[in-house]
């Protein structure tokens, strides 16, 4: 999915929609696609390359950067930071971090919800696939979260780790393995 992203930006033009509201006190810069009806609230940040969907709000003191997507009638509220990331549609953020992540649609991230993306020990990111650990390539790769997924307040999500649909992730937890569906 991010090779697709980065060579969609890539190869798109900046595009801002006439019916898009950018505050005055807003930063939009780069190569950056706002549909229709997007608004970007006061002390936003937007560094292109950069997707953001029809009818999403990128809040006040939000910053969207480095090859992220995010999909129609999303919220990426006060405070968070959206890095090298896809999100899909309907999907709703506030003071969370999610770095070189993967999120499905229809998912809510409570207040200081972070998706770690970067090993201590800067090793790549591994993940189980059966009963075995495969290296991914890469040494930035946060969460991977399923259609429908709850996580709760500040809860944080190891590098790699992959939250099944419809999951929930509940407040103050620390989550090192992968969830599965329905959990």
Known sequence: IFKVVEH????AQPYISPSARISEKATVEGKVILSDNVKV?????????????????VGNN??????????SNSV??????VKHSY??????????????SIIDDDCSFGAGTVLANFRLDEGNIYIKVG??????GYDKLGAIVGQGCRIGVNASLMPGVRVG??????????LLHDLGANK
């Open 165 to 174: 649909f419809n999951a929930f992730v509940g407040p103050q937890l620390c």
């Open 87 to 100: 999100i899909g549609d309907n999907c709703w953020f506030h003071s969370n971090y999610i770095g070189d």
């Open 41 to 57: 609230l006061e002390n936003a940040v937007i560094r292109g390359p950069a997707y953001i969907g029809s009818n999403s709000i």
């Open 131 to 136: 009963d075995s650990l495969v290296d991914t």
């Open 8 to 11: 969609f930006l890539d190869n």
């Open 76 to 81: 990426i509220g006060y405070s968070t930071e």
């Open 62 to 71: 939000a910053l969207v950067r480095d090859y992220s997507h995010i999909g």
